[in-house]
């Protein structure tokens, strides 16, 4: 069985707690892994966001006696998480999965251009905690045969799907970042994380695209949206 050797205890908790994230929305959550050298990059899709989530873990070793020099496979979240030693900084790739569609489909490693107008992370946290607001006092208002699934729903694509002017990311993308523990207060910044790009700014955010996707990037995760009419453009299928 191939052992992660993570970088420190550090590492291993928040990679069990993105992990718990990822499962507390579907228990029958996937990730795909992809691992070089000493880098990990954990790819989940929260349910019901319609984002791809990206944590990057850093690596004391690349494998358990270097006996492999790369990891490409789609697992189980639970059974990664169950696999996590938080003490001994390790955690067992378990045995691979069929990978839901979205693991076949994954945002570019390279062409990425920095975007502006991108507000600070306080700004973003107090749009996330006003769209929640909204959607519970209009659900509310609702009488009570009115508060169908489907009303929910429509409420929720419209607030949701609303953008981070000027930028189009879309709400949910923020919202996803916040729910995952991805716009805590900053660490410190600059590395350039698992899918490349400049440092952030001082706050550790900083948005880009690359042909049909949207960024955002945190310094504990990153968020990955597909931008609406712009078809197949930019898709990477590995």
């Not at 693991?103 to 062409?111: D, H, M, Q, S, T």
């Not at 909204?134 to 009303?151: D, I, M, S, V």
């Amino acid at each position: 069985m191939t052992v992660l050797h993570l970088a420190d205890e550090t590492e291993a908790a928040d990679l069990a707690a993105f992990l718990s994230r990822l499962l507390h929305y579907d228990r029958a959550a996937a990730v795909r892994l992809q691992a070089a050298g000493t880098a990990l990059a954990v790819f989940g899709r929260p349910a019901s966001f319609e984002v791809l989530a990206v944590r990057a873990v850093a690596l004391a070793k690349p494998y358990e006696d270097g006996l492999a020099v790369a990891l490409d496979v789609t697992v189980s979240a639970g059974e990664l998480l169950e696999s996590v030693d938080e003490k001994a900084a390790t955690a067992a790739v378990p045995a691979a999965v069929t990978g839901p569609p979205w693991a076949g489909v994954l945002p570019p490693r390279g062409g990425w251009r920095a975007e502006r107008g991108l507000p600070p992370a306080d700004s973003l946290r107090a749009l996330v905690s006003g769209a929640v607001a909204e959607f519970r006092a209009r659900t509310e208002e609702l009488a009570p045969e009115a508060r169908t699934r489907g009303e929910l729903d429509r409420i929720g694509r419209e607030i949701w799907s609303r953008t981070v002017a000027p930028t189009g990311l879309p709400v949910r993308a923020v919202h996803a970042a916040q729910s995952l523990g991805f716009l805590r207060p900053a660490a410190p910044v600059g590395a350039a994380g698992p899918l490349g790009g400049p440092p952030a700014a001082p706050d550790g955010l900083a948005l880009f695209s690359s042909g049909a996707w949207l960024r955002l990037r945190t310094p504990y995760g990153s968020i990955a949206v597909r931008r609406a009419g712009l078809g197949t453009l930019g898709v990477s299928v590995r």
